[in-house]
């Protein structure tokens, strides 16, 4: 029987990582290689479509825009600088006065006494909406659920009802022989005011005005607030009680200063809506009585369609979005700054 002897070569443990190695090497220069040429080929940019799609998809909101208010806007600014009125509207003639119009409004001493009481009116009615909106805000995030659920559901109605109709239920809420505000006073005692007339001076028609204003907008706020309020973490409110904050500290350490933006915005935006109210002030009592609580608004109305003196009107609307536009400019820089640190 024979025996075949077969030679088995071995390696030292030198030569095997000498050979470990040279293949390392050689896929790293392989991979090289291959990631070179990857990144020597030009990387394709976005197309032309995909540049030009954001513009395209705001062309349709940027015309509507420019259609319902830039040319409203550019037409009132001519007819600002026009003397326009019956006669010239019938006879279709235009009469350019320059300024005219403004000169006019500026050195009348109604106009300024308008102006002062539309800034004392926003002023008051931004406070109070602000304050009880965020007391609202607050009740909301401590209710529970069932609770929350109903409150929002009473606020989203007086926020969604028509400004015509809540103007309307108020004046019936304050009419002087049958109107429920009187009989509940004079149900309380108060006997002199079962026919009270609440349009019947300035301030009871600014205060019927205001508690309007005021109850249409506190939704508004109140909801923006209890959705901030959600974004707060739950850690700092404990941090706060174990380091034995109360109430007032935690709102003012914890709360607002995570609320400064939301109260920015907000009472930016409540400014602009109350400065420019307009049907709720009209459908009352017209500006009356003796215009008393006419506003800018209702002045450049009356002044333009009510005595038909078209020009003076639009010029005193166009005042009054400067004169707004100058209250807001610093605000709108704190804005803007709080934006630029978050």
Known sequence: MAVHSERVQTQSPESGKAAVASIEKSAVRGGGAGTAKKSARPSDGPGIGSRFAPYL???????????????????TVLVSFQNLNARQLVQHLTEWNGFENYTEQLGDAQFWAVTGRSVAFTALNVFLIMVGGALVGLLLNRLGK????????GLLFAWAMPVVASTTVYTWLFETRFGVVNWVLDSLGWHSMATYNWTGSQYSTFFVILLLLVWGSIPFVAFNMYAALTTIPKELYEAARMD???PVKIFTAVMFPNLKPFFLATTFLEVIWIFKAFTQIY????GGPDGLTRTLPIHAFLEGSGRQHYGTGAAIAVLTILILGVLMAY????ILKQEDEL
């Open 57 to 75: 998809l705001l062309l349709p909101a940027t015309v509507a825009t420019l259609a319902l208010l830039g040319w409203p806007l550019l037409k």
């Open 146 to 153: 069932k609770m929350r659920l109903l409150l929002s559901i």
């Open 244 to 246: 034995g904050a109360g």
């Open 283 to 286: 459908a009352i009592k017209a």
């Open 331 to 334: 605000y709108f820089r704190i």
